[in-house]
């Protein structure tokens, strides 16, 4: 990945988080939704965003639903945040990493307290 591409993965990252916490008024969205990562392609023309949401599979469902409706919103206001060329095509996909290395840790410390 070149140089160029990793400050606009950076930027894209937090400017897409700041706009999903300060901009976007939807109720739908209500876990705490964090972005974990962003792959942009290569020329820049698009982006996969990752993102974890703390909650039950409902509050999961409604947010990805509700960031799926707001994807034209965000990319309007990333691209008047970012001085870009072209404005990548986002592509919201949840990332639920975080969520299983909680449990493992959780597995961990049971099997060394011998509770399994």
């Known amino acids: 990945m070149s ?5 606009v993965r950076k930027a894209l990252m937090r400017e897409i988080s700041d706009i999903i916490f300060r901009e ?3 109720p739908q969205i209500c876990g705490m939704v964090s972005i974990t ?3 942009v392609s290569s020329d820049n023309s698009a982006a996969r965003v990752f993102y974890s949401v703390y909650g039950d599979d409902e509050v999961k469902e409604k947010t990805s639903k509700a960031l799926e409706r ?3 919103q965000i990319r309007h ?3 008047k945040r970012i001085r ?3 404005t990548p095509t986002l592509l919201f996909i ?3 990493s975080m969520e299983r290395g909680a449990k493992i840790m959780n597995l961990i410390n049971k099997i060394e ?3 399994v």
């Open 94 to 96: 949840q990332d639920d």
């Open 70 to 72: 707001h994807v034209g």
């Open 77 to 79: 206001e990333v691209g």
């Open 113 to 115: 307290r011998g509770e």
């Open 24 to 26: 976007i008024k939807d």
């Open 37 to 39: 990562d962003v792959d």
């Open 3 to 7: 140089l160029r591409n990793e400050r």
């Open 84 to 86: 870009l060329r072209k």
